[in-house]
């Protein structure tokens, strides 16, 4: 029976982890954006069947061990829940959709879900496959195009046109834009050092290839959180600091600095002047981080009324930003086209997202979650792996309040975060 739960549990995988990473590329948007949001929202689902079977077939010693070991995530649970009342939060579609994503990243992937599973390095190498093809043909395609390759099959071409960004961003002509092109090829890349042999020659042409492709993707965000995990790589190799320890003050960090832009964006808010009305130093910021600093200064402002308890979802956020561009913008017309500016644009800071929309009591209990999902990794290419996601996340929505568009993220970060890897066969417990 455990093998045959192990067999589903990675046919559910497999398939969760293609239909999340198709939904990057171009060919989703051959659906109706609800259907392949539904699609997204809901396939991870189908995890509740081994996790069911898990939990049926666990014994009773082994179920209060898990619940004692787990405390803080029920007290998360609880408290989130009351939020809505304690905050008079609105429940509707975006709420549920949001909680029902935070069990699915929080509880489906854990113990019950995995434990039969006897080498969960294999789905992190079907990712990097997945990538790496995507990654090739992507730059066939970029060369291919105007070279005239594809002369003979128009469709495609028209395609490439209309349906994706190709004449804004050639470059990432099969991916959605290049942020995301850059983001999963950078977790590609952190799963590859932690499972791959150092001392084949293919590893180190993969590397190569993928790192170009981040550079030429522009992609900031996954630049900046590899160039991390390369420090991170240094430190741990020369210093006694371990890759745990440097996670931990890694983490501290992101928050620190989150947390700091967010107050200097608050005092930098004035009630005599719209909120795009930037100092100097506040254009410099906005202009560092591509215009993301005037998304935090608009979210700040929304989530400063309901801080404590949270929003409870993206969407009701985004709908208090259009209440804040209204009493800005008295002209209707004029407040329309800036919220349509920003309407489909999500939080670009996991940190906020999640802060905005739990609330600070669970936003502090997912921060103690990190810690203690790290604290019990015992090799240090997992925690350093880690890392990756910690930056991105100051640039980009993928944290357990993920953007649509990054649904894979969290949950590869929840699955290295799984104790259960530090058990693999073959990799070691020191870089």
Same mark, same amino acid.
């Given at each position: *029976?455990?093998?045959?739960?192990?067999?589903?549990?990675?046919?559910?995988?497999?398939?969760?982890?293609?239909?999340?990473?198709?939904?990057?590329?171009?060919?989703?948007?051959?659906?109706?954006?609800?259907?392949?949001?539904?699609?997204?929202?809901?396939?991870?689902?189908?995890?509740?069947?081994?996790?069911?079977?898990?939990?049926?077939?666990?014994?009773?010693?082994?179920?209060?061990?898990?619940?004692?070991?787990?405390?803080?995530?029920?007290?998360?649970?609880?408290?989130? $829940?009351?939020?809505?009342?304690?905050?008079?939060?609105?429940?509707?579609?975006?709420?549920?959709?949001?909680?029902?994503?935070?069990?699915? +990243?929080?509880?489906?992937?854990?113990?019950?879900?995995?434990? @039969?599973?006897?080498?969960?390095?294999?789905?992190?190498?079907?990712? $990097?496959?997945?990538?790496?093809?995507?990654?090739?043909?992507?730059?066939?395609?970029?060369?291919?195009?105007?070279?005239? +390759?594809?002369?003979?099959?128009?469709?495609?071409?028209?395609?490439?046109?209309?349906?994706?960004?190709?004449?804004? +961003?050639?470059?990432?002509?099969?991916?959605?834009?290049?942020?995301?092109?850059?983001?999963?090829?950078?977790?590609? $890349?952190?799963?590859?050092?932690?499972?791959?042999?150092?001392?084949?020659?293919?590893?180190?042409?993969?590397?190569?290839?993928?790192?170009?492709?981040?550079?030429?993707?522009?992609?900031?965000?996954?630049?900046?959180?590899?160039?991390?995990?390369?420090?991170?790589?240094?430190?741990?190799?020369?210093?006694?600091?371990?890759?745990?320890?440097?996670?931990?003050?890694?983490?501290?960090?992101?928050?620190?600095?989150?947390?700091?832009?967010?107050?200097?964006?608050?005092?930098?808010?004035?009630?005599?002047?719209?909120?795009?009305?930037?100092?100097?130093?506040?254009?410099?910021?906005? @202009?560092?981080?591509?215009?993301?600093?005037?998304?935090?200064?608009?979210?700040?402002?929304?989530?400063?009324?309901?801080?404590?308890?949270?929003?409870?979802?993206?969407?009701?956020?985004?709908?208090?930003?259009?209440?804040? *561009?209204?009493?800005?913008?008295?002209? !209707?017309?004029?407040?329309?086209?800036?919220?349509?500016?920003?309407?489909?644009?999500?939080?670009?800071?996991?940190?906020?997202?999640?802060?905005?929309?739990?609330?600070?009591?669970?936003?502090?209990?997912?921060?103690? $979650?990190?810690?203690?999902?790290?604290?019990?990794?015992?090799?240090?290419?997992?925690?350093?792996?880690?890392?990756?996601?910690?930056?991105?996340?100051?640039?980009?929505?993928?944290?357990?309040?993920?953007?649509?568009?990054? !649904?894979?993220?969290?949950?590869?970060?929840?699955?290295?975060?799984?104790?259960?890897?530090?058990?693999?066969?073959?990799?070691?417990?020191?870089?």
């Amino acid at each position: *029976m455990k093998k045959i739960n192990s067999i589903i549990t990675w046919m559910f995988f497999l398939i969760i982890v293609s239909v999340y990473f198709l939904h990057y590329t171009i060919f989703s948007r051959m659906l109706q954006w609800d259907l392949r949001l539904n699609i997204v929202s809901f396939i991870g689902y189908l995890l509740l069947i081994p996790f069911i079977w898990g939990l049926i077939h666990s014994e009773k010693n082994e179920l209060i061990h898990l619940l004692k070991k787990n405390w803080i995530l029920i007290l998360y649970s609880i408290i989130r $829940i009351a939020s809505f009342y304690l905050g008079g939060i609105t429940v509707n579609v975006s709420t549920n959709k949001t909680i029902l994503l935070e069990f699915l +990243y929080l509880v489906l992937i854990g113990h019950f879900c995995l434990k @039969n599973i006897t080498n969960i390095t294999f789905l992190f190498r079907f990712y $990097i496959v997945l990538n790496l093809l995507l990654n090739l043909a992507t730059v066939f395609v970029y060369i291919g195009i105007p070279s005239g +390759y594809f002369s003979k099959i128009p469709l495609f071409t028209q395609l490439v046109s209309t349906v994706g960004n190709y004449g804004v +961003y050639p470059f990432s002509a099969l991916y959605v834009n290049p942020n995301i092109a850059g983001v999963a090829t950078g977790i590609a $890349i952190i799963l590859a050092c932690a499972v791959s042999k150092k001392r084949n020659i293919l590893f180190w042409i993969y590397l190569t290839f993928s790192l170009w492709f981040v550079h030429f993707q522009q992609c900031r965000s996954a630049q900046v959180a590899l160039l991390a995990c390369g420090i991170g790589y240094l430190i741990v190799r020369f210093t006694k600091m371990n890759g745990k320890q440097f996670a931990f003050l890694l983490l501290v960090s992101c928050i620190v600095a989150t947390l700091g832009i967010g107050s200097f964006a608050i005092k930098n808010s004035s009630r005599k002047k719209p909120l795009e009305d930037m100092t100097k130093t506040e254009q410099k910021i906005n @202009n560092y981080s591509t215009g993301r600093y005037l998304i935090w200064k608009y979210d700040v402002n929304v989530a400063k009324k309901n801080l404590l308890w949270g929003s409870g979802s993206l969407d009701n956020s985004k709908n208090a930003r259009k209440e804040i *561009m209204n009493k800005e913008y008295p002209n !209707p017309q004029l407040g329309m086209i800036r919220f349509n500016k920003y309407s489909t644009l999500d939080f670009h800071n996991g940190y906020f997202g999640t802060l905005f929309v739990v609330g600070i009591p669970c936003f502090i209990l997912f921060i103690m $979650i990190l810690f203690l999902k790290i604290k019990r990794l015992s090799n240090d290419k997992w925690a350093l792996g880690a890392c990756f996601f910690l930056v991105v996340n100051l640039f980009e929505c993928q944290f357990l309040i993920a953007s649509s568009n990054y !649904p894979v993220t969290a949950i590869m970060l929840m699955l290295i975060l799984n104790p259960k890897i530090k058990k693999e066969e073959g990799i070691e417990r020191k870089i």
